[in-house]
């Protein structure tokens, strides 16, 4: 519900900050792998670091559901209805499925300048990052 | 700052776990009053005041890295939240779902000039004062505060014309019709 959306995104977001906190030393620690397998510490940070986005991202494809109806395997049949009908209200009372895409929704949102103010907000939220670290920021999502 | 590398290490983990405590509280505290522009007024107000410490430090951060520190963490305590306060309120003002969808991706695109701003302001022949990327944060922050009143003004304005006209589009659109104007829909009351 747009209730609930600010904490979600939150969550979301403190992933990257926890990250932020917390890379550097993971990077710390697997460097001291350096010579393992004849290879250099940094090397091994990228075979790592790599190799988990890379699983995480093809087990997204299998576990990133779709629709509440698709998740049996986890979420209890009361459960399944409950977010249904949060969909159809959020909706406004319409179970029509968008799903082909429209130039006029293109027109619709690039025309609301709103968009562009709230951007702002985005806006200064990148650029004041840099100022609390002084090397470029991976980028987001 | 003057740490060495471990201690420098060891030392950027706290700003970062402070910045998701703060970002978690402004959500939930956003969701629970459902409204989302004080939200984003108030973590840029804190930046401002953090960014001005750091301004008024002249330069001096390895002799007072107590203050220089707090001033960092007050500055990501300000950070954080505003990222999920501004992104809800944009996706909550949108509608339908096809056109949120788009909206979201839109903000972020633009918003993320802000990176290349960033990545431009801090001036090697600046430091270490860099008056120019603190200045300029500080001036982001305290405009963004002014933006989020006006925005605030405008939703208002903007659902005080719809419920003038709500009655007499009721009458005159389909419910079909009503969806597909989306948030512009008469029936639509703009979240603040």
């Not at chain 1, 429209?102 to 985005?122: E, H, P, S």
């Not at chain 2, 007024?41 to 750091?54: D, R």
């Not at chain 2, 431009?120 to 860099?130: A, R």
């Amino acid at each position: 519900m747009p209730k609930d959306l600010a904490l979600r995104i939150s969550y979301f977001y403190c992933a990257s900050a926890l990250s932020g906190a917390f890379s550097g030393l993971l990077a710390a620690a697997i460097a001291l792998m350096d010579g393992v397998g004849g290879l250099e510490g940094w090397r091994w940070i990228f075979i790592l670091e790599g190799l988990a986005s890379v699983i995480l991202g093809v087990a997204c494809f299998f576990f990133l559901i779709d629709t509440p109806a698709l998740s049996s395997r986890w979420l209890s049949p009361d459960e399944i209805r409950y977010l249904e009908l949060s969909m159809f209200i959020k909706q406004g009372g319409t179970s029509v499925e968008e799903t082909s895409f429209k130039i006029k929704d293109l027109k619709m949102v690039l025309t609301n300048w709103r968009v562009y103010v709230q951007a702002y907000f985005l806006l200064c939220q990148s650029a004041l990052s840099y100022g609390k670290k002084r090397r470029p920021r991976k980028s987001r999502l | 700052m003057g740490f060495s590398d471990t201690n420098a290490q060891l030392l950027s983990a706290p700003p970062y776990v402070a910045a998701a405590i703060s970002a978690i509280s402004f959500a939930r505290l956003s969701d629970r009053f459902f409204w989302r522009m004080p939200f984003v007024a108030i973590p840029m107000i804190i930046c401002v005041v953090a960014y001005s410490v750091i301004i008024s430090l002249n330069g001096a951060i390895a002799e007072k890295r107590g203050v220089a520190y707090f001033a960092v963490v007050l500055a990501v305590i300000g950070i954080y939240p505003i990222q999920s306060a501004a992104a809800s309120w944009n996706a909550n003002n949108i509608a339908p779902s096809a056109r949120r969808a788009i909206g979201i991706a839109l903000m972020n695109c633009v918003g993320n000039v802000g990176g290349i701003i960033g990545s431009f302001m801090y001036l090697e022949k600046e430091k270490p004062k860099y008056y120019t990327g603190f200045g300029l944060s500080l001036a982001l922050a305290g405009f963004g505060f002014f933006v989020a009143l006006f925005l605030e003004w405008s939703y208002k304005v903007g659902n005080a014309n719809k419920a003038k006209v709500a009655d007499e589009a009721r009458a005159k659109y389909t419910e079909e019709e009503l969806f597909d104007l989306g948030d512009r829909s008469p029936l639509f009351k703009y979240v603040l």
